[in-house]
Antibody
Framework: QVQLVESGGGLVKPGGSLRLSCSASGFTFSDFYMNWIRQAPGKGLERISYISDRSTYTKYADSVKGRFTISRDNANNSVYLQMNSLSADDTAVYYC???????????WGQGTLVTVSS | DIQMTQSPSSLSASVGDRVTITCRASRNIDNYLSWYQQRPGKAPKFLIYGASNLQSGVPSRFSGSGSGTDFTLTISSLQPEDFATYYCQQTYSDTRNFGQGTKLEIK
């Protein structure tokens, strides 16, 4: 069955960096676009980045553009999010999700919490 | 950018009730609309795509309709496990943004 497992979250100081990973299994990873979506405490869902199947295309929300970088390793069935210059506004649960049926996000990981605080 | 607006923001209902949640797009998105359910402390779960197509395994008490700018998610007979927050999402444009969510609570 399809599984997505995020890792790499934790507590980081303002201005710091963190790299999130999402390990995929149960499907042909290289056939699918992948996304990072975040959810600040008590707030809604925000898709912050996506990457195409062969890494040709990437896109970022304005809120993270220039600070975050998405990448993937199809040989290792993983997608990553490098987060730099973090601020308190980046505190959230970060989910990876697959783009599937109807261009929807059909499978999600369990999420990893990133807390930015001094 | 396409703005997605859900109403109501919260809703109280009882087990067995029929409930409807509305999602409005700021401009035409044809039927490029998805719905998700999120239970507290859990990841969102994909329910519906293309405005009305149920994901495999989703109970038939869930249904979606609409086209253009106005969409609805209906739960025909609420079950205890349906009390959650529901999000719509437009899949028409690259931003794939979500509505603000509708919290469905037990009355």
């Amino acid at each position: 069955q399809v599984q997505l497992v995020e890792s790499g979250g934790g507590l980081v100081k303002p201005g710091g960096s963190l790299r999130l990973s999402c390990s995929a299994s149960g499907f042909t990873f290289s056939d699918f676009y992948m996304n990072w979506i975040r959810q600040a405490p008590g707030k809604g869902l925000e898709r912050i980045s996506y990457i195409s199947d062969r890494s040709t295309y990437t896109k970022y929300a304005d809120s993270v553009k220039g600070r975050f970088t998405i990448s993937r390793d199809n040989a290792n069935n993983s997608v990553y999010l490098q987060m730099n210059s973090l601020s308190a506004d980046d505190t959230a649960v970060y989910y990876c999700a697959r783009t599937g049926l109807g261009s929807s996000f059909d499978y999600w990981g369990q999420g990893t919490l990133v807390t930015v605080s001094s | 950018d396409i703005q997605m607006t859900q109403s109501p923001s919260s809703l109280s209902a009882s087990v067995g009730d029929r409930v409807t949640i509305t999602c409005r797009a700021s401009r035409n998105i044809d039927n490029y609309l998805s719905w998700y359910q999120q239970r507290p402390g859990k990841a969102p779960k994909f329910l519906i795509y293309g405005a009305s197509n149920l994901q495999s395994g989703v109970p038939s008490r869930f249904s979606g309709s609409g086209s253009g700018t106005d969409f609805t998610l209906t739960i025909s007979s609420l079950q205890p496990e349906d009390f959650a927050t529901y999000y719509c999402q437009q899949t028409y444009s690259d931003t794939r943004n979500f509505g603000q969510g509708t919290k469905l609570e037990i009355k």
